[in-house]
């Protein structure tokens, strides 16, 4: 068998491996399914779609066969193998700017609209969620609800004031779904740049390292942000939808914060340290990512990377 037969082998195996870990039950085999994304969007990167297609379908199998039922297999074609082909299909797209005025280098295809194709999949699966349970009780925030209430049992069956986790589970269930949204968005986005980091080292990549410092998102999903304020205010089960909506719309603005932070921050003394202990400050207290979100809403019109940017040559100039 040849070796290029044998990386997709390998990677759908490595990858079915990671994503059944989380049947051994401990918290550290659950922290090894988050990476189970990565060899397959390394095989992508590295070799193609078909290649990583290959790796998908194969992972695939294994799952269904490590773990039977329609659930478990759903849960990774749906999580994982479908946003890692969408991203590896449209990563590797390229086109030579050979115009008018252009050098002829390659062009690649855009960072941030592949943040706009994850948060477009995020946010069908809120949608298809919200109406497959349509008509339970309270819908997809009951589910939710009754949930957090299997997750949170022992700590309700210890505490004094029943009372106050019941309060605590409802104001969790009122945004969990953008906030389930969120971190597996997070995730897909950790194993892709963890792969290309890994082939851009060991000379294997086919698409050189973006500059995630200057990355632009469309700005429809500012829109969408708009929307979802609009049906909050109605309140109820549309206003749960309204904010959940609202709130998986702000996801790539979030990442563009992080890319206005590390940008402006460059020329600041300590910024090694002072961008540690943000990142600190952001994973403990989480509130704080909305305000890097806000921070990436208001650079499409404030432009503050390029200010920067522009004051810096100016310095360099001088």
């Not at 706009?116 to 949608?127: I, R, S």
């Not at 969990?176 to 740049?193: D, H, K, Q, R, Y």
């Given at each position: 068998?040849?070796?290029?037969?044998?990386?997709?082998?390998?990677?759908?195996?490595?990858?079915?491996?990671?994503?059944?870990?989380?049947?051994?039950?401990?918290?550290?085999?659950?922290?090894?399914?988050?990476?189970?994304?990565?060899?397959?969007?390394?095989?992508?990167?590295?070799?193609?779609?078909?290649?990583?297609?290959?790796?998908?379908?194969?992972?695939?199998?294994?799952?269904?066969?490590?773990?039977?039922?329609?659930?478990?297999?759903?849960?990774?074609?749906?999580?994982?193998?479908?946003?890692?082909?969408?991203?590896?299909?449209?990563?590797?797209?390229?086109?030579?700017?050979?115009?008018?005025?252009?050098?002829?280098?390659?062009?690649?295809?855009?960072?941030?609209?592949?943040?706009?194709?994850?948060?477009?999949?995020?946010?069908?699966?809120?949608?298809?969620?919200?109406?497959?349970?349509?008509?339970?009780?309270?819908?997809?925030?009951?589910?939710?609800?009754?949930?957090?209430?299997?997750?949170?049992?022992?700590?309700?069956?210890?505490?004094?004031?029943?009372?106050?986790?019941?309060?605590?589970?409802?104001?969790?269930?009122?945004?969990?779904?953008?906030?389930?949204?969120?971190?597996?968005?997070?995730?897909?986005?950790?194993?892709?740049?963890?792969?290309?980091?890994?082939?851009?080292?060991?000379?294997?990549?086919?698409?050189?390292?973006?500059?995630?410092?200057?990355?632009?998102?469309?700005?429809?999903?500012?829109?969408?942000v708009i929307f979802g304020a609009l049906v909050a205010i109605f309140g109820g089960n549309a206003g749960f939808f309204g904010i959940n909506v609202m709130l998986i719309?702000?996801?790539?603005?979030?990442?563009?914060?992080?890319?206005?932070?590390?940008?402006?921050?460059?020329?600041?003394?300590?910024?090694?340290?002072?961008?540690?202990?943000?990142?600190?400050?952001?994973?403990?207290?989480?509130?704080?990512?909305?305000?890097?979100?806000?921070?990436?809403?208001?650079?499409?019109?404030?432009?503050?990377?390029?200010?920067?940017?522009?004051?810096?040559?100016?310095?360099?100039?001088?």
């Amino acid at each position: 068998m040849q070796r290029a037969q044998l990386i997709p082998l390998g990677a759908g195996v490595v990858a079915a491996l990671l994503h059944l870990s989380v049947t051994l039950g401990s918290p550290g085999a659950f922290m090894l399914a988050y990476f189970a994304q990565a060899p397959i969007v390394a095989t992508g990167l590295a070799l193609g779609f078909m290649p990583a297609a290959v790796a998908a379908a194969i992972a695939a199998v294994l799952v269904a066969l490590g773990s039977p039922g329609v659930g478990a297999l759903s849960l990774f074609v749906l999580t994982s193998a479908l946003p890692v082909l969408i991203i590896v299909y449209f990563a590797i797209q390229n086109r030579i700017r050979d115009g008018e005025g252009e050098d002829g280098s390659v062009e690649w295809y855009p960072v941030g609209r592949l943040l706009g194709w994850l948060t477009v999949l995020a946010l069908v699966a809120f949608v298809a969620a919200y109406l497959v349970f349509l008509g339970a009780e309270n819908g997809v925030r009951g589910a939710t609800e009754t949930y957090l209430r299997n997750v949170l049992g022992a700590l309700r069956n210890v505490q004094a004031d029943a009372a106050a986790v019941d309060q605590l589970i409802t104001t969790m269930a009122a945004i969990f779904p953008a906030v389930a949204a969120a971190s597996w968005l997070l995730m897909i986005v950790v194993n892709g740049v963890m792969a290309q980091k890994f082939l851009t080292a060991s000379g294997k990549n086919l698409r050189p390292i973006p500059a995630y410092s200057e990355i632009e998102v469309p700005i429809w999903p500012a829109a969408v942000v708009i929307f979802g304020a609009l049906v909050a205010i109605f309140g109820g089960n549309a206003g749960f939808f309204g904010i959940n909506v609202m709130l998986i719309g702000t996801i790539p603005f979030f990442f563009i914060g992080l890319a206005v932070l590390h940008s402006i921050s460059a020329a600041w003394p300590g910024r090694l340290f002072l961008l540690v202990g943000a990142y600190l400050f952001l994973v403990l207290l989480v509130w704080p990512a909305a305000i890097i979100a806000l921070l990436g809403l208001i650079e499409h019109w404030v432009r503050l990377r390029e200010r920067m940017h522009a004051r810096r040559s100016n310095k360099g100039n001088e």
